[in-house]
């Protein structure tokens, strides 16, 4: 299957700073990047869906100003937590699908970005 | 809104032993059933289901989808300690985007 990376993998940080996480597609194009949020003992809660060189769309209950997305090539897309606090930590995670009907059938998983807000 | 419910949520069973995990779900446009497993990373993917009645295989793992009753089942048969994870079962629907279910949290015992 192909390869999605992410980074970091884990992130400590002060509350009221911003906190950038990265999520790459090594071995393919990812036409399409969806952004999840996990909580502990919870499943996984999409967060918004990213097409390549448009505006993610977000799910409803996730503020677009507080979690910014960029997608802005075929490879890479940002999730960058703004003014980050303590109920912001979780695990987050990404994953990256292809182009047309096979492609959008399949979601390859990022290891994850475990975040912790002081 | 697309929904997907597992039973049991926790389950705890000795090596050994035969396992039923189950997944019900209602869901627009469905176009595929998954099942993965997680330990303490990123779900890990075990099986893609689309077609009714047709049984996926893989070692001691598999999955069977019900398309008229909107259900799945998991099977792992001699299971390990290394089984021991939380599987988790979504559904691939409108928009291509995955709706999951809570999971079920396996423990197996030596």
């Known amino acids: 299957g192909a390869v999605v990376s992410q980074h970091p993998s884990r992130v400590i940080c002060k509350s009221g700073t911003s906190v950038k996480i990265e999520c790459r597609s090594l071995?393919?194009?990812?036409?399409?990047m969806f952004w999840y949020r996990q909580f502990p003992k919870q499943s996984l809660m999409l967060m918004a869906t990213?097409?390549?060189?448009?505006?993610?769309?977000?799910e409803q209950g996730v503020e677009k100003d507080k979690f910014l997305i960029n997608h802005a090539s075929l490879t890479l897309s940002t999730l960058t937590v703004t003014s980050a606090h303590p109920e912001d930590s979780s695990f987050y995670i990404c994953?990256?699908?292809?182009?047309?009907?096979?492609?959008?059938?399949?979601?390859?998983f990022g290891p994850g970005t475990r975040l912790t807000v002081l | 809104e697309d929904k997907v419910v597992q039973s049991p949520l926790s389950l705890v069973v000795h090596e050994g032993d035969t396992v039923t995990l189950n997944c019900s779900y209602e869901?627009?446009?469905?176009?595929?059933l998954l099942w993965y497993k997680q330990e303490k990373k990123a779900p890990t993917f075990l099986f893609m289901l689309?077609?009714?009645?047709i049984e996926k295989k893989s070692g001691r793992l598999s999955s069977i989808l019900d398309k008229k009753e909107l259900f799945s089942i998991l099977n792992i048969t001699a299971t390990q300690t290394g089984d021991s994870a939380v599987y988790l079962c979504?559904?691939?629907?409108?928009?291509?985007?995955?709706?999951f279910g809570k999971g079920t949290l396996l423990t197996v015992n030596p």
């Open positions: 994953s990256a699908s292809g182009e047309g009907d096979k492609g959008r059938n399949e979601q390859f």
């Open positions: 071995d393919f194009q990812a036409t399409t």
């Open positions: 990213s097409n390549e060189g448009s505006k993610a769309t977000y």
């Open positions: 869901v627009t446009n469905f176009r595929s």
């Open positions: 689309t077609s009714s009645g």
């Open positions: 979504a559904t691939l629907g409108s928009n291509y985007k995955l709706t």
